[in-house]
């Protein structure tokens, strides 16, 4: 199994990224997914989760509001939309495969982490 994010880069403040997350190796719509985030030296922490189909979601309350996740299951392709970027956004970002029950937040319910992307965001 391979997660692969891309779309990072520097952005000011009030902008906008999205990223992807290129899965293979896996029957990609079977699986709920999730984004990570870790800023240096702090944990990873919970953005946000979308269900298998795409017609669910749920954020943490850091990004309820500004990012809206998505998937395309023809393309193993799950997005992560950020709007209205703040500095504290700044942070590597993961994508990952949900293996606990939907409504999981904690890192520990989620594996094949895929390599991050970098988002840096400018004050």
Partial sequence: VQ???????YVQAGGS?????????????NWNMGWFRQAPGKERDFVGAVAW?????????????RF???RDNTKNTVYLR?????PEDTAVYYCATMRSG?????PIGYNNWGR????????
């Fill in 53 to 65: 189909s795409g017609t669910s979601a749920y954020y943490a309350d850091s990004a309820e509001g």
């Fill in 102 to 106: 939907w409504g999981t937040k904690d």
């Fill in 68 to 70: 809206t996740i998505s």
């Fill in 17 to 29: 990224l999205r990223l992807s997350c290129a899965a293979s190796g896996l029957s990609f719509r």
């Fill in 82 to 86: 950020m709007d209205n970027l703040k």
């Fill in 3 to 9: 997660l692969q994010a891309s779309g990072g880069g």
């Fill in 116 to 123: 991050g992307t970098l988002v840096t965001v400018s004050s």
